[in-house]
């Protein structure tokens, strides 16, 4: 079974642009989950789509959204990107409440602001 | 904020048994312990999961404490390739959308 799909992997943007980042969860996963990963803040959550419906959103602003295709895939938005916006963003999909909420990670989607 | 308190880091020499503590004092009757690692340059890595007893896989085994408030990642024998961050993270079974909240983690070394 293919595993978490991100893209694309590396990216560099310049302060002011947007990005697009795709996932692709595992087939049969209907929830779709997005991380940022930063060496200063760690690991946070952003937000997460079951259903096409945003269930749940970390304490970011505005500028990131995301949205959730019918066939379970996902995007998530940055506008207006800043400096401190680079980081690995990571998408987890999962099986809601299945045996313990156990989430699969992508590989992550590297992201530089320059 | 996290809910668990891990060492920042640990060593060990390959081969030799690892015990990975993990300490979560508020853990709700509802939480499943979690254990996630992560290798340089990629994403999170599932490992184990637990409730209330002892689980093994083909990765590892988790220990859980009789009054739940701590656990314990047991890697058998460890190899170069185990050489990673781990997570311990609590995340309630009542939860119907993922908000894994990940502290620190432990950066483990392992020496040949």
């Known amino acids: 079974k293919a595993g978490v799909t991100q893209t694309p992997r590396y990216l560099i943007k310049t302060r002011g642009q947007q990005v697009t980042l795709s996932c692709s969860p595992i087939?049969?996963?209907?929830?779709v989950s997005w991380y940022q990963q930063t060496p200063g803040q760690g690991l946070q959550f952003l937000f997460e789509?079951?259903?096409?419906?945003?269930?749940n959103k970390g304490n970011f602003p505005g500028r990131f959204s995301g949205r959730q295709f019918s066939n379970s895939r996902s995007e998530m938005n940055v506008s207006t990107l800043e400096l401190g916006d680079s980081a690995l963003y990571l998408c987890?999909?999962?099986?809601?409440?299945?045996?313990?909420?156990?989430?699969?990670f992508g590989e992550g989607s590297w992201l530089t602001v320059v | 904020d996290a809910k668990t308190t891990q060492p920042n880091s640990m060593e060990s020499n390959e081969e030799e048994p690892v015990h990975l503590p993990c300490n979560h004092s508020?853990?709700?009757?509802?939480?499943?312990i979690h254990w996630y690692r992560q290798l340089p340059s990629q994403g999170p890595e599932y490992v184990i999961h637990?409730?209330?007893s002892n689980v093994n896989n083909r990765m590892a085994s988790l220990a859980i404490a009789e009054d739940r408030k701590s656990s314990t990642l047991i890697l058998h024998r460890a190899t170069l390739r185990d050489a990673a961050v781990y997570y311990c993270?609590?995340?309630?079974?009542?939860?119907?959308?993922?908000?894994?909240?990940f502290g620190p983690g432990t950066r483990l070394s392992v020496l040949p």
């Open positions: 087939s049969g996963h209907r929830s």
């Open positions: 789509y079951f259903s096409e419906t945003q269930r």
């Open positions: 508020t853990i709700s009757g509802t939480d499943y």
């Open positions: 993270i609590l995340d309630s079974y009542l939860n119907y959308g993922q908000n894994f909240v």
């Open positions: 637990g409730l209330t």
């Open positions: 987890a999909s999962s099986i809601p409440r299945d045996s313990g909420n156990t989430i699969y």
